[in-house]
């Protein structure tokens, strides 16, 4: 299969992808976008440049699409290109012999690997799911219990959004290249005739069409989850400039019109920080999950309900592979709707309950207080890092971190938990990068612990002990903008920090936190 590639096309179009900030953030994480770029890449590279009826085409590109099933379902919006091979391959017996083969050896090998999680400890109480029958395999294999996105009801403001956050983020970082591809189709208008790209441009199509409909908000942690979705897009698209690209003739004008489009966008993307890109150093989460661990073992508890999932994770990795207090049981609220899940909880630590259960998983509703808390509580005190900080309902001590929940009414605060707490990493603003969101929120909730202190001394009349925990707050977390703006309020002009304009910055980075 001689990939005949156009230099100029080949290196505009790694240059883009090498330094996308989609394409960067999934090579810096441990997650499956980058091998499923490898795939899809595989798969389009095939299709695109090798012969029709050739034994590679026929055979690998089927085989590739139902191997990646095996890795992340979005490879489904590549069907277009398999049913193009499959239609092509009609009038050559043998080339159809070879689609069914490569089809069925992938699925195959996809059976197998998925069989194979039943010798991988499925009751441990790290594994995912209970894996005990054929029925449980193919929730498994569609993400059932994981969790997909869904598209936006008919009039949700969700709806488009997804799309607007893709144009305005990956898809500017394309943008010259996009611009450039359209005038190669206006340069040379057979290259529109070739079918191959009629198919290719359906396939992205196909998966933009998917976010522009998905029903998560591009805020938060729903933009970190938006931004793993890019990466297949922005590839196939890429794939997509690369082929027009290839097909078109440059001359002198055209190469220039190619530089005054491409050069200044790929500076851009070159131009970014680099710093901003090195995370061997950042241990927030790390140290997060530590403290919490540490926190709720110092106050007897048994049981920590984390707030999200970079939460959730971060602790389980800190018990299972550092081994910091693994007694301890971590608890996910938004997993209990799964039976399986309660019931390794149970197997862990017997004393849990969860009251009204079947209730709670026939609905999907889940009560935190009237279903984990109080049932729970009067056999250990409970670990949690945000809420219930006016203590009517409970005894709220706070932590350098979290707080603990007892029976009772109250709030205290230990200080002892300040001289524990231990931070390697520090963050004068909110990061950017991969799960930056995700990451400033954990390092937010440094500043709860003196942000609560501050509002009961404010109740007492005692203004200067409140004014101290505010300047506290913003020690430990400079972007915790309720202590700004509160002392901001009160000593007005004798804060520098208290001017118009960088109050309004720091409102824009931490609205989303706080």
């Known amino acids: 299969m001689p990939l005949k590639v156009n230099p100029l096309a080949l290196a505009v179009c790694l240059v883009n992808l090498a330094f996308s900030s989609a394409f960067i953030d999934a090579a810096l994480l441990p997650d499956v976008f980058s091998f499923h770029a490898l795939l899809i890449s595989l798969l389009g590279s095939l299709y695109l440049y090798s012969q029709r009826h050739s034994k590679i085409r026929t055979f690998g590109i089927p085989f590739l699409f139902s191997l990646g099933l095996a890795h992340h379902l979005t490879v489904v919006f590549t069907l277009p290109v398999l049913l193009a091979v499959a239609f092509e391959s009609r009038t050559d017996q043998l080339s159809t012999k070879r689609v069914l083969f490569g089809l069925l050896s992938g699925l195959s090998l996809t ?51 997804s799309l607007r956050f893709v144009m305005s983020s990956s898809g500017f970082e394309i943008g010259g290249l996009l611009v450039l591809s359209v005038l190669g189709l206006i340069w040379d208008r ?4 070739d079918s191959r790209l009629r198919v290719w441009a359906l396939t992205c199509l196909t998966s933009l069409s998917f976010l522009a409909l998905s029903n998560v908000s591009p805020n938060g942690m729903g933009s970190e989850v938006l931004k793993r979705f890019h990466v297949m897009p922005l590839l196939a698209w890429v794939m997509l400039c690369g082929f027009i690209l290839h097909k078109i003739q440059f001359n002198l004008q055209r190469t220039f019109i190619a530089c005054i489009l491409i050069v200044p966008e790929i500076l851009y993307l070159v131009a970014q920080p680099i710093s901003l890109k090195d995370y061997h150093e950042d241990s927030v989460m790390e140290d997060y999950a530590i403290n919490s661990l ?5 106050h007897s508890s048994s049981i920590i309900l984390t707030s999200n999932e970079n939460a959730y994770f971060g602790i389980r990795y800190s018990q299972s592979v550092l081994g910091v207090h693994p007694e301890i049981a971590v608890i996910s609220p938004s997993l209990l709707f ?16 969860l009251r009204n259960q079947q209730r709670v998983w026939d609905s999907r509703n889940l009560d935190l207080i009237e279903d984990v808390i109080q049932p729970n509580l009067p056999h250990s005190p409970i670990y949690v890092h945000q809420g219930y900080q006016d203590g009517l309902s409970f005894q709220v001590t706070f932590l350098a971190l979290g707080r603990i929940l007892k029976e009772g009414r109250g709030v205290s605060f230990d200080q002892h938990s300040l001289a524990i707490s231990h931070l390697r990493t520090r963050y004068e603003v909110p990061p950017s990068g991969p799960q930056a969101w995700s990451r400033a929120l954990l390092f937010s909730h ?64 931490s609205w989303t936190l706080f």
């Open 111 to 161: 059976f197998m690997l998925y069989c194979s999680l039943f010798l991988c400890h499925p009751t441990d109480p790290l594994s995912w799911g209970n894996l005990n029958s054929a029925s449980s395999l193919l929730r498994h294999l569609l993400r059932v219990d994981y969790g997909v996105l869904s598209l936006a009801p008919e009039g949700n403001p969700a709806a488009f959004q």
């Open 190 to 193: 057979n290259v529109i005739s």
């Open 294 to 298: 540490n926190e709720a073992a110092l």
């Open 338 to 353: 799964h039976p399986w899940y309660a019931h390794k909880i149970k197997e862990q630590l017997p004393i849990f309950e």
């Open 446 to 509: 440094y500043s709860y612990f003196y942000l609560a202190q501050a509002k009961v001394a404010l109740s007492k009349g005692e203004k200067a002990e409140a004014i101290s925990n505010w300047r506290s707050a913003l020690h430990q977390v400079p972007y915790a903008f309720p202590a700004l703006q509160n002392l901001c309020r009160i000593i007005q002009a004798e804060d520098p920090r208290c001017n118009p304009t960088y109050l309004e910055k720091i409102r824009n980075v």
